[in-house]
């Protein structure tokens, strides 16, 4: 039958661009009184200013999933604000093309504390007060790429995983308490991820070529995917490209084959990016 999410409150972390943006706008929409969190006030406050106009409810918590605090603070005042939350969607991260075997191991671990860690600061709290209450769903926002490691965006590719395996985890040991865990694995998407990953790269951002369209997807499409899931209640992984889930299926039954694609693809691109 489903869930009626009228009246559930969600929170969503990374809320103030992308794809947080698109799922709490859509989240609005679909009637859930919605938390926007992310370190950029002002662009939360547009986001907040697009739910109401539209006869939603939101409210803006500022802070930074690398803060403990500011997690906690995200959940209680979402709580104060709406009632007990029945959605959390761990949205934050960033990315950086680097070379793994170069990369500087301090914005490795960098990377892991927004991408992975910062999943689980929310998470985890949002987790044990759900499972108190019997009812809730905790989505984390992980990539297709968590299922495969790529040139110069190794670090990226394992916070992904990270994700995805304590996600699925989670999932079964949740289960019998009554909260849902889902994890959501886009391709590329239009977002301002290509943008912030070319200011974090030394040689900018040019291997992930963000004008292949047939790869890319509107932030909009990953957003009613999440809400989709949300209404079904069910935890279970979220694909928004079958050819992708289906061709990384078979990458982790081939290596050899999957290797051999890498390697022609790797250097295609290091020839156009010369």
């Known amino acids: 039958m489903g869930v009626d ?3 559930k409150p969600i929170a969503i972390t990374g809320a103030s ?8 706008l859509a989240c609005a ?8 969190f992310a370190r950029r006030e002002e662009k939360l ?9 539209a006869g939603g409810r939101a409210v803006i918590v500022a802070g930074s999933v690398d803060d403990d605090a500011d997690c906690r603070r995200l959940l209680d005042e979402a709580e104060a604000a709406f009632g007990p939350l029945y959605a959390v969607v761990a949205n934050a991260g960033y990315g950086s093309e680097q070379p793994a075997w170069s990369m500087p191991v301090d914005e490795i671990r960098a990377m892991f504390e927004t991408n992975f860690y910062g999943s689980l600061r929310v998470i985890q709290p949002a987790a044990e007060r759900m499972a108190g209450r019997g009812a809730g769903h ?9 299922k495969i490691g790529i040139p110069h965006y190794a670090a990226y ?10 996600a699925r985890a989670m999932r079964h040991e949740l289960r019998g308490r009554g909260v849902a865990v889902s994890s959501v694995h886009p391709i590329g998407t239009k977002t ?15 291997l992930l070529d963000k004008g292949t369209e047939r790869f890319m997807q509107p932030a909009s499409k990953v957003a009613d995917a999440i809400v989709r899931r949300l209404r079904s209640g069910r935890g279970a992984e979220v694909w928004t490209s079958a050819p992708t889930r289906a061709a990384l299926g078979l990458a982790a039954i ?18 156009a990016k010369d």
């Open 17 to 24: 661009s992308g794809i947080g943006a698109a799922t709490a």
């Open 192 to 206: 301002e991820f290509f943008d912030t990953a070319a200011e974090r790269s030394p040689s900018g951002a040019t």
């Open 157 to 166: 590719c394992a916070t992904k995983a990270a994700q995805d395996h304590f």
């Open 29 to 36: 929409r679909a009637g859930m009184p919605v938390a926007l």
């Open 45 to 53: 406050a547009e986001v907040r200013g697009r739910i109401e106009s």
């Open 5 to 7: 999410l009228t009246g």
């Open 138 to 146: 905790l989505v984390f926002v992980s990539s297709c790429l968590s």
């Open 254 to 271: 081939m290596p050899g084959l999957t290797d051999a694609v890498l390697r022609r693809m790797y250097d295609r691109r290091l020839r």
